[in-house]
């Protein structure tokens, strides 16, 4: 899920009282730093850095950012507006800069800290309550030993990787086409979620062990998959897309993951940027 609009989950406000020693450690210690969170519902896994007014939230899956201001309302209460994004606009026109995210923390324990979020304003009747870990609960680091997005203009340099490299590079790009251009499809790595790829979508990944990973696309009860035995120094290019086929009244695609030669691989990858 796209780091820009999981905050906007519609949200309630009612007055929670913090001991004094609680107060102390919001100021003290969640003012600045880095926190961790897993939206509910979803797969991602998005790292917080907040410092110097600002708080910008990184999807270490697919490695969306967006930034945001923040601003304290008083030692439970933070209020944040958007400032920018990495990902693309959402479908339902949502304009983001034309509201604001209210937390208001209601607990703090060593690890983690619980908040209830409204849009707008305190007043909102509706509400969600959630959880940021001040700890890494090690689903975060476990998934960084193994992955890690990077950007893609400097992962298509030659000498972006070498025969000593300690990682390989994985591109998946899905070439723009109007025939099911609004079908989506979840992709996953070893069953880790990466993304949603929608028509013309492309990304990079640093893979950090060798071995065989398994690729894997589904969408509406089908399903493909595509193993790729990694060594370091190399680069892999997975071509995906959804293919109109009639298997049923209910579905009319299949789809396709395939692992392309490099020269290929790089062609198509660039024309589907």
């Known amino acids: ?162 025969d000593t490299s300690s990682f390989a590079l994985l591109f998946f790009y899905r070439k723009s086409k109007l025939v099911l251009s609004l079908l989506e499809f979840n992709l996953y790595l070893n069953d880790i979620l990466l993304t949603k790829a929608s028509n013309h979508a492309t990304f990079v990944l640093k893979l950090f062990k060798e071995g065989t990973y398994e690729l894997k696309a589904t969408a509406q009860n089908t399903e493909r998959k595509q193993n790729i035995d990694v060594k370091f120094g190399k680069r892999y290019f997975v071509r995906g897309n959804a293919i109109w086929s009639i298997h049923s009244l209910k579905r009319n695609h299949s789809l396709e993951l395939v692992l392309v030669d490099e020269k290929t691989g790089v062609e198509e990858f660039q024309q589907s940027q």
């Open 1 to 162: 899920m796209r780091v820009c609009f999981l905050l906007f989950s519609a949200l309630f406000f009612a007055p929670v009282f913090l001991s004094a020693q609680e107060k102390r450690a919001i100021s003290e210690n969640l003012k600045e730093g880095v926190f961790y969170y897993a939206p509910k519902n979803t797969q991602s896994q998005i790292i917080i850095r907040r410092a110097n007014g600002k708080q910008v939230f990184t999807d270490i899956i697919n490695g969306d950012t967006s930034a945001w201001k923040i601003e304290w309302l008083n030692d439970s209460i933070y209020t944040l507006k958007f400032i920018s994004c990495s990902c693309p606009a959402p479908n339902n026109n949502v304009k983001l800069n034309e509201h604001i995210v209210v937390h208001q923390i209601i607990q703090i324990t060593e690890d983690y800290y619980l908040y209830k979020e409204t849009a707008d304003n305190a007043a909102n009747k509706k509400y969600t309550i959630d959880t940021v870990w001040r700890k890494d609960n090690k689903s975060f680091s476990n998934i960084l030993k193994l992955i890690q997005p990077v950007n893609i203009q400097e992962s298509l340099k030659k000498k972006s990787i070498t």
